[in-house]
């Protein structure tokens, strides 16, 4: 019985061609785009999930309280001290492990040379806690003694060709060796971070790298990510509920002004599986991916799989005349209507087997141009496993039914005398059904377009809004130790070229992040007043303002002239607002003390965005390190003309090669740093663009259908209306105008819709567009316009048939 039912299915198949080849189109596009979103998902869902005691791994967060008690910072990071203590005080810890990021940092092997931007000290029990494959070394002893250093085999690769690794020295920063204690294979790209090479902690003890002291009692550098590996289903709540009672016994209240720390500060725990999506501090390993986006995603794929079906449905139904005497044929002969439900549902199944084939063959060729628009290294092995395969397996069926349930039940209901006699004629009921299904198709594809227009739109806004400062030709290097002693000379050299306008130094540049906060007081005679706000601050010199264009609206810039500005301030007009002054003029001379240093403010700055449009301009203030201070510099900015831009950077790189020799030459240009900002919001604007083409694509093919099924139904009476004196253009008139009022029907459906969704999307940028009312009939227009050329290509034809051929029966 079910092979002669596969058998009636496939010749069904075979002699419909056009139908069920658009069928068979419309299902493997949607699947191949459901494939290939299940695969972005499954790898979104899988970070760190590789690491055998991943459900037991949890990392220390740090968040730092206003006096309000509101959050002013959220860090992925810790102090190094709290390691210690806290295996200490929490006996249940198996084993703790910490990481520091080495930040951008000269190596070189004779002659070879790069900055390692995945440079990381490792205690040396990273191994217990982490699953990380050793191809070469022991990984109980490779990180144990002080400058030592692990690499993975692509960078062992890139310093030591194919000569052996082991036990050879590189060095670091043109100051000190480590030796190759040991090869590890790289962390795979689905794990939160990517150390291309790990040093030994135990480094850090050194006085020259950062010093014992410092790890024992330094409270203020929280640059520490620390992992615990805890027992299976510890209680981790109540390990939390116990850490403002541990801060408070182990860090000086003399810090907090005799309060207790936890009023100010709190340690919680993440756990390793929930970093990747649910994790959004202030400073993270690399840049983490978002729970939002999987939902918006998989919301996405469900739309245009329900878009496919919708396409099958109206599709068969279409073509319902062409069978309608197969139908009542087989009635007369006692098929029952099980039975031919039963057939009908054969043929959907077996068609959606057919597309889910070659969805996954097209899934092979698209995964790179996934990869491409998503910057992510996704394989198509991420689907291979049983819990995506068995419900694969099961999804033709499950899809193949719920596409044709109503066509079968549409179809078997056909009255044999009716079908036979050729009088035939759909019920007013199913074509109401399958213009709802239309409607649904086209509302999804229109709240599709405005998503991605206001996404562009917004992007467009952040990359021309005026910064109030100016990041055009700007390029930033690394401020290195070896420029502390001679950088007035190296300046001047670079400055002898025209091409090159100025020269600065800061601890941080624009578009990075402002995390730097040192306390902030205003002065009373003696008497100190704290704010119950952060100031975030930023060492520079002399030359920063200038170098960026930054306007000052009262007061003067750092300047030689004055032997004590090293102990003075500029800040900017938020930081007034702050601190409560009346205006920017009336802020300078104002006595004011910012952690240790005690001075005056000379100078106010205009507002600007030293970070991305995320955030609001916060309060900032700058401060100009005395000589002997140089190390607050991280950063060094050279301001260039546009014109020879290659001859000028290739000046600059020779410059910098005389002063600094051994550390190679590395830049960036800051509009483009900039531009990174926002890569997140670009790839997944172009990901929506992308697949609304493809929703709205599919939903023609359903408008298609429907519109030959009713061109089919009234071929009679476009016959009698062209007899009558009707022209083409009234006919084809009368035939769109039905359609387009359903997409004008779907437009106001999706209207409100789309807007709740953008709102809310755009509550994530501090400074935003506004969603104008042009959005919204731009993206109807271009629907309505699409439907109106696919309608017409059938009602043109129709309006140009001989009715001689309609009406030859009558």
Known sequence: MIRNYLKVAWRNLVKYKLI?????????????????????????????????????????????????????????????????????????????????????????????????????????????????????????????????????????????????????????????????????????????????????????????????????????????????????????????????????????????????????????????????????????????????????FAAIALFILLIACINYMNLSTARSALRAREIGIRKVIGAERKELIFQFLTESVLLTWLAIILAAVLLYFLIPFLNRISDEHISGNILVKWQILVPLALAPFAIGILAGIYPSLFLSSFQPVKTLKGIFKAGGSNISFRKVLVVTQFAVSIILIICTLIVFRQLRYMQEKSLGLDKEHVITMLYNTALYDKYDAFRNELLQNQAVRDAARSSRIPSGRLLDDMGAFTLSGDSLKPLNTDIKYVATDYDFVPSFGIHMVAGRNFSHAFGLDTSNFLINEAAVKTIGWKSPQAAIGKDFKYGNAKGHVIGVMGDFHFESLHQQIVPMIFLLPSPSQSGFYNNLTVKISGGNMPSTLAFIESTWRKFVPGIPFQYNFLDEQFDNLYRSEQRQGTIIMTFACIAIFIACLGLFGLSAFAITQRIKEIGIRKVLGASVSQIVTLISSDFLRLVLIAALIAFPIAWFAMHNWLKDFAYRISIGLWVFLAAGFLATLVALITISLQAIRAALANPVESLRTE
Not at 76 to 96: A, V
Not at 101 to 126: I, W
Request: aromatic fraction near 14%; hydrophobic fraction near 35%.
């Open 20 to 296: 069920s080849g658009i069928n068979l189109f419309g299902l493997t596009v949607g699947m191949a785009c459901c494939l290939l979103i299940l695969a972005y998902i499954s790898n979104e869902l899988s970070f760190d999930r590789y690491n055998v005691n991943a459900n037991r791994i949890y990392r220390v967060t740090r968040d730092f309280n206003n006096q309000n008690g509101s959050i002013s910072l959220r860090l992925s990071t810790i102090s190094p001290p709290f390691g210690p203590y806290l295996t200490n005080d929490f006996p249940d810890i198996e084993k703790m492990t910490r990481l520091l990021d080495y930040g951008t940092t000269p190596f070189r092997y004779e002659e070879k040379m790069f900055n390692e931007t995945h440079a990381f000290f490792a205690d040396e029990n990273l191994f217990d806690v982490f699953t990380v494959k050793v191809l070469k070394g022991d990984p109980k002893r490779a990180l144990a003694d002080p400058f030592s250093v692990m690499l993975t085999e692509e960078t062992a690769k890139k310093y030591f060709g194919n000569d052996e690794p082991m036990n050879k020295m590189i060095r670091c920063n043109n100051k000190v060796n480590f030796k190759v204690t040991g090869i590890y294979q790289a962390f795979p790209s689905n794990a939160h971070m990517h150390p291309s090479m790990l040093l030994s902690f135990s480094t850090l003890r050194d006085s020259t790298i950062y010093g014992e002291e410092n790890l024992r009692t330094n409270w203020g550098n929280n640059s520490f990510f620390t992992f615990l590996l805890l027992p299976e289903h510890y209680p981790v709540r109540t390990m939390i509920d116990r850490f403002p009672a541990f801060l408070d016994k182990h860090m000086d209240h003399r810090d907090f002004n005799g309060q207790d720390p936890s009023k100010f500060t709190s340690l919680g725990l993440q756990k390793l599986t929930d970093i990747h999506l649910y994790s959004h501090t202030d400073y993270e390993a690399e840049e983490n991916g978002d729970i939002g986006r999987v939902y918006i």
